[in-house]
């Protein structure tokens, strides 16, 4: 309602007809009026980046044949269908992708509750440390871990045959276990942004009210905890499982060296020579068709739970306590910060200071070489550096502004389409970087932008704007249109109120949305891997390539490429506090 | 724990025993030694300001709050002794309890609510259901039971709450302010058929609340607290009529409220000693307020008493009499004359501000009464209807004054 009493539909509904020979009609003045014009382009845009490489993978997969004499077919469906490899490529990432989401549903959860709801020693610490995955890169975390966990050659495996004299190969990161490891690893900051809140905000007399009316403490938490927080675990789980199977990054560096196949790799290896778009175009309208199934399945299942949004004000939070519990939780938390985070980085910053890696740290080969290779003298890691910097600088500036004039469209326009705009807006969220950028290709691949850095920019932007939409849009949402309306009673012009009310309202939001785009483009490697070209490589790409020459330079741009990413997270937490002080 | 010493100070067996609790959250002392006691069957009010200590006290009997020292004893149980290592979780003290946001499980229907005790407690679900209906007709919510409960109004989820509560027929029913986020209409209704539930069932209950009136339409005993102390506990008609402490006449509605000093003692002022309140009513004493008004009123502490003391005096507005000046004085009433220095027209009364020398006294008088602003008025004041306190507690009054 409030948005339907914008300036605009007032000036609609009370405007006299004109009755000059100005020739406008009022509607079409009111589409030509800046607050309408502006937004809409940009939802256009919006609409465009996503519906162009759904329809070119649509069309190429029902295109068969040799390039250049393509004719109208369903082969390429009929012989996937009958290929086995696709079959044990689907099933083991959809197994990797359901293990890896319940694992990380169980750290999200247990997590969440530890810190919102326990005692446990450095719980505040622990809110700002279980959020450090989810800013770094997959790829390097994956890559991190083979150092840690390579049969005969991972430091962990090192270690438990020296001290506990066991063997040397009772890791193996190289497997589908190792895969979903990495993956849990990192998508257990998702379900646990999904269920700290809902956690924070439940109302501890639920709880209480079961326990007095003669629940016991596990009872109460099967019968009122768990059930109040499934919408949002639910949600949650639903994420994690739609990028984590599509996630390129971790297959690539745990699967592929010991040949074992993953829809998102097997997309990749068939677009390399000899390469059969046809097939990989088929594979991508299937995994898009189940994205978009999984995207309806979750409106539609929290339109019903609509207790998942219902929460109390202000009530105290209360804490159980453990008693000697405490360090049976503090133990996990210790467990998951350390192979989230601390071992990773560690094993990745011995394997940069190495000139030889073997497996155990050795003083005898400390060298700074490796950063002095890759900052100043190689050529590839230089390049990548400069282009993942300005992809990601003009790429998040990009976002944030369309970003913004599609949230203000959503939030304050007054069409009939909002509600229809807003689900194909968010569509590309779960859509896999590697599918899109497949999209992409086969879209582009005969235009001037191929190869350029323009190509990898669109596929980003495409790719991850719904994520600051979404941000933008609950910022404008929070701050209500009124003040807005009386600026505009007041005698200002709509560019007025944007630039003098609005956007100072919403900056916080923006700056947030900025941070988290630019740390996504820094390290993204799903959507470019299909898209670079000699001279637009990106430093993700650039550790692929250097990957099979060279162990302590991709080591060195990893920790070079984490040290930007952590710099972004260290901004986003001040801004972050910043917003809550005032 | 045998009933050695559970026979109250009236002769009844007291039910629920709560002794010298005492709970500090990271510095805030919520509670400074708490003690009562309710009788079997009668409802118990703890009547005090917001933060003073009523959840805390309703948290620690149900046990979901743990004290740092006293004792809890419901029935022959005693469920909390900080002394003895005691502290019985809350699901095996047996209690009931409607919380102030009524906790109400979004994910259950009304009859899921309302059922969860009886089916925690493993009873049959044929007696279930049917105990579940009993229940729903008695809080007027028959026919409801399939309902998600998140599609009902304030006023019936506060009916769940409270048929959730007494479902499994508990030996103590815990009130958290239940009716506080009802709207006036509904907070009126709901309280007469709390009363009348209470009637018929006549579950023992202790109701926390900051509202007077449902303290005093509600309860058999009222325990007023202030700052995590027992500010004083009597029947509501005793409360209201004699309040003990002048924090509780003020809580209660002693909108006049004056420092003076006992000017006389015994029969020196007037020399006659009026026969209706002789016999145990008190010694009628003379207090000074201001420089130059002395009222007659009664000393009803037994503590002693020198002229010159500092006291509060206090009385209602309601009743302050008016009447036109230059009338004569009736022998023992306190009649004095001011001028009005404001007066609000409320419908069927009136509020006056009154000056009387030092003295700002506030009056209501009927509807119809026509003193005009700045208008000469007498008003009277009988002494029974004073309340004098010795002034040691001055500064406590200070406090709540300026509030
Ligand atoms: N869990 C808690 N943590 C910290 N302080 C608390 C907590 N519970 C109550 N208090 C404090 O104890 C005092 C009494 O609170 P409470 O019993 O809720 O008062 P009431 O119910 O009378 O309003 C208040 O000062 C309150 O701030
Ligand atoms: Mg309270």
Redesign the pocket.
């Given at each position: 309602m409030k948005a339907g009493r914008g300036s605009g539909s007032l000036s609609g509904a009370l405007a006299p007809a004109p009755t000059s020979g100005l020739g406008a009609k009022p509607w079409a003045r009111n589409l030509l009026a800046p607050q309408i014009l502006i937004p809409g382009i940009a939802v256009l845009v919006g609409v465009a980046l996503v519906a162009s490489p759904f329809l070119a993978t649509v069309v190429r997969s029902a295109l068969a044949g040799a390039e250049g004499a393509l004719a109208p077919s369903l082969r390429n469906f009929t012989t996937l269908f009958q290929d086995e490899r696709f079959y044990s490529a689907l099933g083991i990432t959809a197994v990797t992708g359901l293990a890896a989401t319940l694992l990380s549903c169980f750290f999200g959860l247990t997590l969440a509750w530890i810190v919102a709801r326990t005692d446990t020693p450095g719980r505040s610490w622990f809110d700002t440390l279980n959020l450090v995955p989810f800013f770094l890169s997959p790829f390097v975390g994956a890559v991190s871990w083979t150092y840690l966990a390579a049969p005969h050659a991972g430091l962990l495996n090192n270690a438990i045959s020296r001290y506990l004299a066991g063997p040397g190969d009772l890791l193996n990161i190289f497997s589908i276990g190792g895969v979903i490891w990495v993956l849990a690893l990192f998508y257990t900051p998702y379900v646990y942004l999904f269920v700290i809140g809902p956690m924070r905000r439940m109302d501890p007399a639920l709880e209480d009210a079961a326990r007095v009316h003669g629940a016991g403490f596990l009872l109460t938490v099967r019968h009122v905890t768990a059930p109040l927080m499934l919408p949002a675990l639910f949600s949650g789980a639903l994420v994690v499982f739609v990028t984590s199977a599509g996630l390129f990054d971790v297959p690539l560096a745990l699967a592929s060296p010991r040949a074992i196949p993953t829809i998102p790799t097997t997309v990749y290896s068939l677009v390399q020579y000899p390469s059969d778009y046809g097939r990989a175009a088929t594979i991508g309208v299937l995994v898009m068709a189940i994205t978009v199934f999984f995207a309806l399945a979750q409106r539609a299942y929290l339109s019903r739970r609509s207790y998942a949004t219902v929460t109390g004000k202000g009530y105290?939070p209360?804490t159980v306590q453990l008693g000697r519990w405490r360090y049976a939780t503090l133990a996990l938390e210790l467990f998951y910060v350390l192979s989230g985070v601390v071992l990773p980085m560690i094993a990745l910053i011995f394997v940069s200071l190495s000139s030889l890696w073997t497996g155990w740290p050795a003083f005898a080969y400390m060298t700074l070489g490796n950063f002095d290779q890759v900052l100043f003298h190689h050529d590839l890691a230089r390049r990548a550096l400069v282009n993942s910097l300005i992809v990601a600088v003009l790429g998040a500036t990009i976002g944030v502004l369309l970003g913004t004039l599609q949230s203000y469209y959503l939030q304050r326009g007054r069409s009939r389409l909002r509600t229809i705009m807003d689900s194909v807006l968010s569509l590309p969220l779960g859509i896999p970087g590697i599918i899109l950028g497949l999209g992409f290709l086969i879209l582009l691949i005969r235009t001037p932008l191929y190869a350029t850095l323009w190509i990898i920019l669109i596929a980003y932007i495409a790719r991850f704007l719904p994520l600051a939409t979404r941000g933008i849009s609950a910022m404008l949402l929070a701050i209500g249109g009124d003040l807005e309306e009386s600026a505009r009673a007041n005698g200002a012009s709509w560019a007025q109120t944007v630039r003098v009310i609005v956007l100072p309202l919403i900056k916080p939001a923006l700056v947030a949305a900025w941070l988290m785009l630019f740390v996504i483009f820094i390290r993204e490697l799903g959507a470019t891997i299909l898209l670079y070209g000699q001279g637009t490589e990106t430093i993700s790409v650039a550790m692929v390539i250097l990957g099979e020459q060279n162990f302590g330079q991709v080591a060195a741009l990893a920790v070079v490429q984490t040290l930007m990413l952590v710099a972004a997270f260290m901004l986003f937490r001040l801004t972050r506090s910043s917003i809550l002080e005032s | 724990m045998k009933s050695d010493n559970a026979s109250g100070r009236d002769g009844t067996h007291t039910f629920v025993e709560v002794t010298a609790l005492r709970k500090n959250?990271?510095g805030?002392l919520?509670l400074q030694g708490v003690s009562f006691g309710v009788a079997r069957g009668t409802t118990v009010s703890l009547l005090?300001?917001?933060?003073?200590?009523?959840?805390?006290?309703l948290r620690s009997i149900a046990g979901l709050e743990t004290p740092d020292a006293g004792r809890v004893r419901i029935s022959d149980t005693v469920v909390f002794d900080s002394d003895g290592g005691i502290n019985l979780a809350p699901e095996v003290r047996q209690v009931g309890m409607v919380f102030q946001s009524y906790a109400v499980w979004p994910h259950m229907t009304v009859a899921e609510n309302v059922g969860f005790p009886l089916k925690i407690r493993r009873v049959p679900a044929a007696e279930i259901e049917s105990r579940i209906a009993d229940v729903l007709a008695l809080v007027g919510l028959e026919g409801l039971g399939a309902r998600p409960a998140t599609n009902l109004s304030g006023g019936q989820q506060q009916r769940v709450a409270l048929a959730r509560a007494i479902i499994h027929e508990p030996r103590l029913v815990l009130f958290?302010e239940p009716l506080s986020n009802l709207d006036a209409k509904l907070r009126d209704q709901m309280r007469t058929e709390l009363k009348l539930l209470q009637n018929r069932l006549g579950f023992t209950a202790i109701y926390?609340t900051?509202d007077q009136e449902e303290a005093l339409a509600l309860s058999d005993n009222v325990v007023v607290?202030n700052h995590?102390l027992v500010e004083g506990m009597a029947a509501p008609r005793e409360l209201f009529a004699r309040p003990t402490t002048p924090f509780v006449a003020n809580f209660l509605g002693f909108d006049n409220m004056f420092e003076g000093t006992v000017a006389w003692i015994g029969d020196a002022g007037t020399g006659d000693s009026s026969p209706s309140v002789s016999g145990g009513a008190g010694i009628p004493i003379g207090v000074t307020v201001g420089e130059d008004v002395t009222l007659r009123c009664f000393w009803r502490d037994g503590a002693q008493l020198a002229r010159g003391a500092p006291v509060i005096l206090a009385f209602r507005s309601e009743r302050v009499t008016l009447g036109s000046p230059g009338g004569k004085d009736e022998p023992g009433s306190n009649r004095y004359e001011g001028s009005v220095e404001a007066c609000v027209y409320l419908g069927t009364c009136q509020d006056y501000l009154i000056e009387a020398g030092s003295m700002r006294v506030r009056a209501v008088g009927p509807g119809d009464s026509t003193f005009g602003r700045g208008e000469r008025v007498a008003f009277s004041i009988r002494p029974e209807d004073c309340c004098v306190f010795s002034g040691g507690q001055s500064l406590g009054l200070k406090g709540l004054t300026e509030e």
């Open positions: 105290r209360r | 959250f990271d805030t919520a005090g300001p917001s933060g003073c200590g009523k959840t805390t006290v958290d926390v900051h607290m995590g």
